[in-house]
């Protein structure tokens, strides 16, 4: 080879390259003002006034999921640990825990459900997808959360704009 590059090779200039000028144009409308997303750049199970009020229902409380990881971490431990009365009380703390995280998310979804419905009362709220939604969203830490959380945990949520 004598160091040629062929044609329509990557680094060419030819007319297989587009212009970057759409994608500049569209770089500042991302956000609002606030940096809130859009409703547009959201995923489609994202969008809505429903789902952001879900969202910040969500966001503002504190339940037992918290503490489902650790707990989880500390029956890995104990399951490889020889066995010992700690052990099974540890064990059975968490399972009491994975007990109260089940309960927790019925509850979440019923309280979801009927206050979406509440607020939105010309809006069609369907019970087992918004409940669905509330308790994938609760079961995520709040730094793996998108669209990231509005409200601080123990704040109550901004009505819809």
């Known amino acids: 080879m004598s160091g040629k590059r062929r044609p329509g090779g990557r680094g060419s200039s030819g007319s297989t390259r587009r212009p970057p000028a759409p994608r500049r144009s569209r770089q500042g409308t991302a956000t609002t003002p ?33 503490l489902l990881l650790p707990a989880a971490g500390i029956t890995v431990t104990c399951a490889f640990a020889p066995a010992s009365d700690l052990q099974r009380y ?26 979406a419905r509440a607020q ?25 959360r998108r669209p990231p959380p509005r409200v601080m945990p123990g704040r109550r949520p901004s009505p819809p704009r």
Request: net charge positive.
């Open 90 to 115: 540890l064990l059975l703390g968490s399972l009491v825990l994975l007990a109260a995280v089940a309960v927790d998310a019925v509850l979440l979804g019923v309280e979801v459900t009927r206050r």
């Open 34 to 66: 606030y940096g809130e997303p859009n409703d547009v750049d959201l995923h489609p199970r994202d969008r809505g006034p429903v789902r952001a009020f879900v969202r910040d229902v969500v966001d503002a409380r504190r339940g037992p999921v918290g």
């Open 120 to 144: 939105f009362p010309g809006e069609d709220v369907p019970g087992p997808s918004t409940a669905w939604y509330a308790f994938l969203r609760a079961h995520r830490s709040r730094g793996a």
